[in-house]
Structures are given as C-alpha cells and as structure tokens.
C-alpha cells in the first residue's frame, strides 16, 4: 500500500480558493488511481473528485465546475483545486489511491487513506 498525507486545508471566506495537496510514500503512484472524499459534521464520506492513473476524471455534480483534480505521478503528488468556495464545503478532506484502472467514485476501491484535512468556509 502506499501512505497518504493531506495538506493545504484551512479557514477561508465564501467565493475563497483552496489548494490541498496530497503527498504519497512507500510506492510509486504512477500505476494508482486517486481520489478525494470529504465527510462533513454528522454526515456521511461522500465522493469529490477523481483521476485514474490513465489520466481520466470524474467530479461529483455539487463540485463541478468548481473543483480540479490533478496528479504529478513524477513528484508523487495529487492535487484538488477548490474554487468559490461554499460554506456547504466544510468537512474534513481525505485522499484516497487504489488500483482500480477507471476513475471510480466507490470508496471500497480505495485501499489507502489520508488522515484527512480540515476545510472551512465562512459565509
């Protein structure tokens, strides 16, 4: 399995712009597809964002056109650009890598998780 760690959480005002970056160890991540979920207070994980290791994404309908994902297999990075930003985007944000081929949005095709980072938008 590879390891997970999230950045780039914090506090930011509605319409407000967030980078969180997603640092893997113990594997290369050239051959992973990686995804980001987010659980809010009281809620469900839910899906936000994914990329296959063939390059393919897919984007829950409450994030896009708003939200980016990207990956730099060379740097062992993933990457979720979150634009205008909305108050109902608070959670906490957890990467996720599995070796599925597509761009899944099912968390048991995920065998590796993040420690998650906080998002919060004020309104």
């Known amino acids: 399995q590879v390891q997970l760690v999230e950045s780039g959480g914090g506090l930011v005002q509605a319409g407000g712009s967030l980078r969180l970056s997603c640092a893997a160890s113990?594997?290369?991540?050239?051959?992973?597809?990686a995804g980001w979920f987010r659980q809010a207070p009281g809620k469900e994980r839910e899906f936000v964002a994914v990329v296959s290791w063939r390059g393919s994404t897919r984007y829950a309908d409450s994030v896009k056109g708003r939200f980016t994902i990207s990956g730099n297999t060379a740097k062992n990075m993933v990457y979720l650009q979150m634009n205008s930003l909305k108050p109902e985007d608070t959670a906490v944000y957890y990467c996720?890598?599995?070796?599925?081929?597509?761009?899944?949005?099912?968390?048991?095709?995920?065998?590796?998780w993040g420690q998650g980072t906080q998002v919060t938008v004020s309104s």
């Open positions: 996720a890598a599995g070796g599925a081929p597509a761009a899944t949005m099912n968390p048991s095709d995920f065998a590796s």
């Open positions: 113990g594997r290369s991540f050239s051959r992973y597809t």
